[in-house]
């Protein structure tokens, strides 16, 4: 027998019961490969539904086991840890629900908080580290944590009600598109939904704009007085939420590269 | 390089999971020892890393993997391994185990522990994954007896014939989780007593017990009932075979309250020094 050969049957007999594998075993052994078919999918369906909690309430569950067996037979788990198995369900979700936006919007959160938990440590900076840093040539380091995805509905409403156990909200388009922001401050992930100046201004901070280029593309679009009070609102909303993990000298830069994901 | 053999340990631990994460930390459990599992620590960072440093400090720790492939025909995992290599530099662990199955194919991972033949092809490549996985890790490994649903038609030696002959290429320990003796001795219909009898009694360091599930047609090792009155018995049986090595109470769903675990943990130890006084 080549085990190699075996071993790929079996692969084919737990996703779709399709392939030999019967070959390789006697016919009492077929009992012991439904077993495996079976454990392999509840597995997978445990694993989505304890990632995706909150879709999971959003859908109701029968929905959801729909959505979660089509993901299944369409996304073979590939990485070592169960921890990556949920990367695209959201994308599952866009595909079955193409007119409900705030479900593939609320898997993202779903999956992105979850990412986070395990993410790497970093310690964020403290006010007193700002004294005589030179902000016009000033980078903004963020925490490993962070990750950025849009918003175009109150996906992020309805998971906090959902958290909290309330009714949630209707699910309803945003008047402009926005994005969510996903961190963790010290060990528990945080998120909230940023409007598009923040978002785009983090964007640029996240690909290496120093905070002087950021100041400028502020008043760029807000004016003088406004710009130069945002972007220290922001500078002070950023550190005090423990996203900023260390301040460098970059240089008088400005990228504006799209960050989203 | 070969392998040292393991030095014996004959402590009582339990599986650490995240419901007793807070009994760990905030009181004193009379265990010798906790088990985790390899993979949910292999990560960047967070809160589980951070609780298995506090706990590391009051417990030796034993690292269990399920992911490892030691079977596989595409052969191991080199990121897999530096991963554990990291954690194993961390945590410094008693023991470092695997399972005597395989869970990765051609890139698909299947997050089972799913049986191989015993035939001298899967022995060879066994063996061959074993040696390459303690030269990486630098130690030697223990490798678990699986419980299983099938057989191969192909088969050409018994599991305990397989384990034997592992052990005597490789150097590796055994982890002997006597309920999936029981279960696969249901299931297949073998003597349990002869499978005990098979295995290499000095090379068993480390026995898992755990509870089992009646399926429609077999048993199912599911992890998620107390140990039952004939995997008590075969443990007696163990213990008389393989004298004072580790034990463990592996649960794994529907967690009870700690305090029942560690009744089930004073049982294992009764039965143990039962034993060893009689052999004394």
Known sequence: MSLAAMQRDFARWLTDRSGTMTAWVDGAAHVGLDVYHNAYRVRLADCLHEMFEKTA???????????????????????????????????????????????????????????????RD???????????????DAGLIFVPTLSIGQATTNAGAIWSALAAQEQPPAAAMLTQPSALLVWRQSFTPCFRTIETVEADILADAVAGASFGALCASLIDRLGEET????????????????????IRHVGSNRIATPFMQ | MTATPIAPFDGFGLGLRTPHYQDFLTSTVP???????????????????????????RHP??????????????????????????????????????????TRIAGFNAHDLLPLPYTDEALDLVCANILQAQDMLERPMLIENPSTYLQ???????????????????????????????????????????????VPADRVRQIHLAGHSQGRDCLIDTHDQPVPPPVWALYAEACRRVGPVATMIERDDDIPPLADLLAELDMARAIATMDRRQAA
């Open chain 1, 57 to 119: 309430l959003w859908l109701g569950d029968e929905a959801f086991m729909a959505a979660a067996r089509a993901h299944i037979d369409s996304s073979p788990p590939h990485g070592w840890t169960l921890g990556v198995y949920g990367d695209g369900f959201d994308r599952t979700l866009a595909r079955l629900y193409p007119d409900d936006r705030e479900v593939e919007e609320l898997a993202w959160l779903d999956h992105a908080l979850a990412r986070t938990f395990e993410g």
């Open chain 1, 227 to 246: 710009g130069v009070a945002a972007a220290g609102a922001l500078l002070g909303q950023w550190i005090g939420e423990g996203l900023i993990a260390d």
């Open chain 2, 152 to 198: 191969f038609t192909a088969d050409s030696m018994t599991e305990w014939q397989f384990l034997d002959a592992m052990c005597a290429r490789t150097g590796c320990g055994l982890l002997l989780d006597v309920n999936n003796i029981h279960v696969s001795a249901i299931n297949h219909g073998f003597d349990p007593i002869t499978y005990l009898d098979g």
């Open chain 2, 31 to 57: 265990v010798d020892f906790v088990e985790v599992i390899s993979e949910n620590f292999m990560i960047d960072g967070g809160r589980p890393r951070h609780i298995l440093d506090q706990i590391r400090e």
């Open chain 1, 122 to 136: 970093a310690d964020p900076v403290s006010a007193d580290m700002l004294a005589g840093v030179d902000w016009d």
């Open chain 2, 61 to 102: 720790v034993a690292l269990h993997g399920v992911s490892m492939s030691i079977g596989s025909a595409d052969g191991l995992d080199r990121a897999y391994l530096d991963r554990l290599k990291t954690l194993i530099d961390h945590v410094d662990p008693l023991f470092v185990s695997d399972h005597l199955c395989w």
